[in-house]
C-alpha cells in the first residue's frame, strides 16, 4: 500500500513538473510577433525562396543550354540528356528529405543549417559546370551537381517545417508556416524575373553570337545562392528548439534559455536532462507500431504522394496555354528566350502566387483539413472537365481553357500543396516530427518523379512524340487520383487548428489526467483557447 502511494505521489509531481515547464517555457511571446518569430520567417522562408529558384530556374536555362550544346540537335537538349538533368535534383531532394528527416530527431534541430550549406555548395558547382578534357561533359556534371543540390534542397522541407512549427505560437503556427511555404512561389517568380533581367543586359551579345547565352545560364543559376548565403549565418546560430529541448532532452534550462527566459532553482532541480543515448529507431516504431498513429503517417504521406502525381499535370498544359497566349515559336534564340521567360512569368501569376497567399489567410481561420478537402474536391471537377472537354476547349473557347487552367492552379496552392506540407509539421510529437515530415515529403517526392516517367510516356500513345494524343484521358487519371486524395484525407487526416503542440506528445493524456486528479492546473487552464489564438 506504501508503495503504490508512494508511486502514485511520483505520478503527481511528474504531472506537476510537466505543466509547470509548459508554464515557464511559453510565458514569453505566446500567440505574439517578437524577435523569435521574425527570426524564423527570414531564416526558413530565404531557404525555400532559394529551393524553390533552383528546382524551377533549370526550365528556364534547359533551353540556352540547347542553343549553346547541342546545336547539331536542332539547338535542343535531347529528351534523355534533359531528362536526367531535371530529375537528378527531384532523386536527391528525396534522398534528403529522408536523410535530414531522420537526423532532425537524432542529433535534435541543432542540425538546421547544413542542408542550406549543401545548396550553396550545389548551387555554385551547378553555375561553373564545365567538360572534362576527355569523359564527362558539361552536362553530365551539371547532373551531378543538381543531385548534390536536390540533396540540401530536400533536406530543408523536415527541418523548416519542423522549426517553424516548434517556434510558433498555436494561434499563428499555421499561417507562420504557410506563410513560409509561399516563397516557393516567389522563389519561381524570382527566377523568371532574374532570367528576364540578364537576357535583357546581354540582348545585343546574344543576338551577335548566340554563345553568349553560356554567362547567362550560369549567371542565372549562380545567383540563386545569394540569399541562402545572406541567411545561412541565422541558421547556424538558431539555438535548439525549445520543444526538443523539453519533450526529448529532458531539459527545461536549455529551452527557457533559447526563448531568453531563465528558470527557478526549483524548476530547475525539478526536471532532469536525460542522459542516456537515445535509440529513435526504436521509438519510431513503437511510436508508430500503433495504428491508431501509423493512420495519420499513412494519411500525411498518401495525401501527399496522390497530390503530386497530379500536381504534374498541370506542367502538361504549359506549352498550350504558352501557344494560346502568344508566348511560343519565335524566329530568334533571344525572341524565343524572352517569350518563354515571359510567358512563364504570367503562368506563375495566374493562379500559381495567389493560391499560396490565400491559405495564409484562411489558414486559422478554417483549418487544415476543410482547406486540403477543398483543394481535392475542386481539381477532381477541374481535371474532369478539362479531360472531358480538351479539345472543345483548346479549339472553341481557348479563353475558358485559360481560366479553367488557372482555377486548377490557384486550388492546388488554396488546398492540398499547402496543407500537406503543414500538416505533418503538427501532428505528431517532437521525438518523431522530423522524421515523419521528411518521409512525408519524401512520399511527395515519389509521386513527382512516377508521374515525370510514367505520365510523359502515357501522354503520347496513340499519337507522335510531342503532340500529347493522350493528354486529355492524363487528365481523367488525374482526377481519379485527386478524388484518392479527397477520400484519404477524410479517412485519416486530423484538424490541429488552434492546438497546442504538446497535445500531440505521446503522454499529453496521461499528465492532463493526472493532474487533474492531483488538482494541478492544466494547460488549458493556464493557456485559455482565446489566448492561444490571438
Known sequence: MAEMSTRQNERYASAEEKIESLEKLDD????????????????SGAGFFTDSYDVFIINLISPMLGYIYFASNGNKIPS??????????????????????????????KIYGFELLIIIIGTINCATSASAVRGVSAMGFLGCWRLILGIGIGGDYPMSATITSEWSSAGKRGMMMALIFSMQGIGNLAAAIVTLVLLAIFKDAINADVMNLDYVW??????????????????????????????????????????GQTVSKELALQTTKTEEKRNHWAEFRAYFGQWKHFKVLLGTTLSWFLLDVAFYGLGLNNAAVLQAIGFANKETPYENLWANTVGQIIITCLGFVPGYY????????????????????????????????????????MP????????????????????????????????VRASAH?????????????????????????????????????????????????????LWIPESKGMDLDEFEEDYDINRQIALDAGTPTTESLYPEEQLKN
Open 218 to 259: 550560369r549567371l542565372a543559376i549562380g545567383l540563386g545562392a545569394v540569399p541562402a548565403v545572406g541567411t545561412i549565418y541565422l541558421r547556424f546560430t538558431m539555438p535548439e528548439s525549445p520543444r526538443y529541448s523539453a519533450n526529448v532532452e529532458g531539459d527545461i534550462e536549455a529551452a527557457a534559455l533559447a526563448k
Open 400 to 431: 475558358a481553357f485559360i481560366f479553367l487552367f488557372t482555377l486548377a492552379q490557384f486550388f492546388q496552392n488554396f488546398g492540398a500543396n499547402s496543407t500537406t506540407f503543414i500538416i505533418p509539421g503538427e501532428v505528431f510529437p517532437t521525438k
Open 80 to 109: 534523355n540528356i534533359e531528362g536526367i538533368i531535371k530529375g537528378m535534383s527531384s532523386v536527391g531532394t528525396l534522398i534528403g528529405q529522408l536523410l535530414f528527416g531522420f537526423l532532425g530527431d537524432i542529433l535534435g534541430r
Open 28 to 43: 514569453v511571446g505566446a500567440g505574439g510577433w517578437n524577435w523569435f518569430t521574425a527570426r524564423t520567417i527570414l531564416t
Open 438 to 490: 521528411g518521409i512525408s515529403a519524401a512520399s511527395g517526392k515519389a509521386g513527382a518523379i512516377l508521374a515525370s516517367f510514367v505520365f510523359n510516356i502515357l501522354v503520347d500513345l496513340g499519337g507522335a512524340p510531342g503532340k500529347h494524343a493522350f493528354l486529355p484521358g492524363v487528365l481523367g487519371i488525374f482526377s481519379g487520383v485527386m478524388f484518392l486524395g479527397l477520400i484519404v484525407t477524410l
Open 358 to 397: 490565400f491559405t495564409v489567410f484562411f489558414i486559422e481561420k478554417w483549418g487544415r483539413r476543410p482547406i486540403q478537402i477543398m483543394g481535392f474536391a475542386v481539381t477532381t471537377v477541374l481535371f474532369a472537365i478539362l479531360a472531358g472537354c480538351y479539345h472543345i476547349l483548346l479549339e472553341k473557347s
